[in-house]
């Protein structure tokens, strides 16, 4: 079973399946291990109960999205070939590299600007901000 972990071993619709169904539980609980660290660090506080709540509506989505694909040959088979697709993946790359290389860039600034002015603080909530443009860049650029 545990071959259905990698993407390179889905030839059918049925590996497909699998692939989703074996990578289900764990997102479940990687997602439970994140609150079991933040209820360490934070407790009952409203940090706690923002990442509960914003984490939970995603999985959620993700979970009857999972639902539909399932229960549909049609959408099922769509979801293999985009996945399997070796012209996708090359436009994945290239998205991923251009992801890094901003990373890269922001980091350096980053190093650089404690080199001139000493200890900085930062705020999370910019890196966010960064986080989500580059999802958003990612579904933009892979969306067909």
Same mark, same amino acid.
């Given at each position: 079973m545990l071959k259905y972990l990698l993407k390179k071993t889905i030839k *059918? &619709?049925?590996?497909y399946k699998r692939y989703q169904l074996l990578w289900l539980p764990l997102r479940i609980l990687l997602i439970l291990i994140m609150y079991v660290v933040i209820y360490q660090q934070f407790g +009952? =506080? =409203? $940090?706690f109960y923002g990442v509960v709540v914003g984490s939970s509506m995603p999985l959620a989505i993700y979970f009857i999205w999972l639902v539909r694909l399932l229960r549909d040959p049609k959408r099922l088979k769509a979801a293999r070939l985009r %996945? $399997? &697709?070796e012209r996708r993946k090359i436009v994945e790359q290239e998205v991923w590299a251009h992801i890094g290389w901003v990373? +890269? %860039? %922001? $980091? *350096?600034? %980053?190093m650089v600007s404690v080199l001139f002015l000493g200890t900085i603080q930062l705020n999370v909530y910019p890196f966010i901000g960064i986080v989500y443009a580059m999802l958003i860049y990612r579904w933009v650029k892979l969306r067909k």
């Open positions: *059918t &619709d049925e590996g +009952m =506080s =409203s $940090t %996945l $399997t &697709d990373m +890269m %860039l %922001l $980091t *350096t600034c %980053l």
